[in-house]
């Protein structure tokens, strides 16, 4: 009877370790973000706003499900004119039809 509860505690305690492990490498895999220079995260938490971050490094949130991180350049933001002048669309050149029979004459 002792053997056999000796036994469920550690077959217990072995199966909760490997919940929390896995558990702590879901967190890491799907919780975690690195910013380089020149790089911020903007943190939402179940679609609001939460924090932005503008640290270099390796960074920790929430899971997926509950915090999302969007990572943007911040040098792009402050560029000026650049960024937000939007370009005019080009005019298409007319072209000619292209011949429908080949012969030796010139199409006209």
Known sequence: RVKRSVAKTIGNT???ILVAAGLGSWW????????????A??????GAHQTTVSQ?????HLPSPIDV??????????SGWGVWK???PRRRRYRKPACRRRTTRSCG
């Open 86 to 88: 939007r370009a005019r």
């Open 56 to 60: 270099a490094g390796l960074h920790f």
């Open 41 to 46: 995260a903007i943190i939402f938490r179940l």
């Open 14 to 16: 072995l199966f909760v």
């Open 69 to 78: 991180h969007e990572i943007v350049k911040v040098g792009a933001l402050n």
């Open 28 to 39: 890491w895999f799907f919780g975690s973000y690195e910013l380089y220079p020149g790089q």
